[in-house]
């Protein structure tokens, strides 16, 4: 199977990650009146898709370790478990997700969402298995951090200026994030066996994890899914199946497309983590750069804070310019040691 040879290929593997987490959700645009809970069935599919497609090329050609077909066969009920639960604990946090960017859209939700969850990921992955300077991770975590707040307060001077305030949306977010720090330690012990495992028998690779983590969270998104359907957070009407099968092909197609975009980044990003010097606190952190990226859409595509004022597009400035900097001694942190 293929896995990177040097930090800069294992970079570029984690860049991708940062691009592909960091578009995704542009396909829920694309499908203008489709309840993100019947999208969501699509986007589970795409999941699995990708990760049988990876596995079967990238993770079955290459010199390094074993096929994908002959690593997924011997994988025990431990990691499975493992991985399993990751793709379980994700789906919670990403439905909710999903929510919060109907309510107040990409350049909220992903900011608030998803930088808490780099901040509680680096920090629980990095106790599993510590790698690169932890004075530079931590460091450019806590920056990202202070972007989050930037965000958040951006997101107040924009409601100030005349737009439908919702708190909602930020708590659905802050919850999300919570959720979406604690997935990543499953996964990478599933591929490690342990706090400080190196891939011992009977641990999954990179690729066959990525399989069972898409199956884990389609197991949990029936019943979980099924419930916000009957519930929607969104305060919107409930949600029929009936509308599923109705739906235009297109917004099949978008939503499958969404799931194979995220599966393609979290693939590359558990390659990557597996590199010696990189760590899954590292991968885990820039991948979560996705933040900047999804922001960048919300807001120079979609133009969610067009006619904010502007002291809340200052704020977006420093969000920026936070983010960029974080990612950037996190980014440098596996090539320093330890201190």
């Known amino acids: 199977m293929f896995e990177p040879g040097s930090y800069g290929v294992a970079l570029g593997c984690m860049v991708l990650t940062m691009l592909c987490w960091g578009s995704w959700a542009n396909t829920m645009k694309l499908a203008p ?12 599919l795409g999941l699995i898709a990708g990760a049988l497609l990876l596995g079967l090329t990238l993770g079955s050609d290459g010199g390094a370790g074993r096929g994908f077909v002959a690593d997924l066969m ?28 109907e309510i107040a859209g990409l350049a909220v939700a992903f900011p608030i969402g998803i930088g808490l969850a780099l901040v509680v990921g680096a920090v629980s992955s990095y106790l599993l298995a510590p790698a690169g300077n932890p004075w530079m991770l931590f460091g450019g975590v806590g920056l990202v951090a202070a972007a989050i707040v930037c965000d958040a307060a951006a997101y107040r001077r924009r ?73 929607p957070l969104d305060g919107k009407a409930r949600v029929s199946m009936a509308g599923y099968w109705t739906a235009p092909a297109r917004w099949h197609l978008w939503g499958v497309v969404g799931g194979l975009i995220w599966c393609v980044g979290a693939t590359l990003n558990f390659v990557a983590s597996r590199a010696g010097m990189v760590g899954p606190a590292v991968s885990y952190s820039i991948g979560q750069g996705a933040t900047m990226v999804t922001a960048a859409w919300g807001v120079f595509v979609w133009g969610e804070f067009a006619g904010a004022p502007r002291a809340a597009r200052r704020l ?21 040691g330890k201190f």
């Open 316 to 336: 977006l400035g420093w969000m920026f310019v936070l983010f960029l900097a974080g990612l950037t001694l996190v980014a440098l942190a596996p090539l320093y």
């Open 74 to 101: 011997q994988v025990d009920g431990r990691h499975i478990v493992l991985a399993l639960a990751g793709g379980a604990d994700f789906n919670i946090a990403n439905l909710l997700l999903v929510a919060a960017i």
């Open 159 to 231: 409601e100030s200026g005349g737009q439908r305030a919702t708190l909602r949306g930020i708590g659905l977010s802050l919850v999300a994030g919570l959720l979406m720090g604690t997935f990543y330690p499953f996964v990478s012990r599933s591929m490690t066996g342990g706090a400080s495992g190196s891939g011992s028998s009977g641990a999954a690779g990179p690729y066959a994890a990525a399989l069972l983590f898409a199956v884990g969270v389609l197991l949990c998104a029936i019943p979980v899914n099924g419930l916000l359907m009957r519930w």
């Open 33 to 44: 009146g489709y309840r993100f809970q019947l999208y969501y069935w699509d986007y589970a």
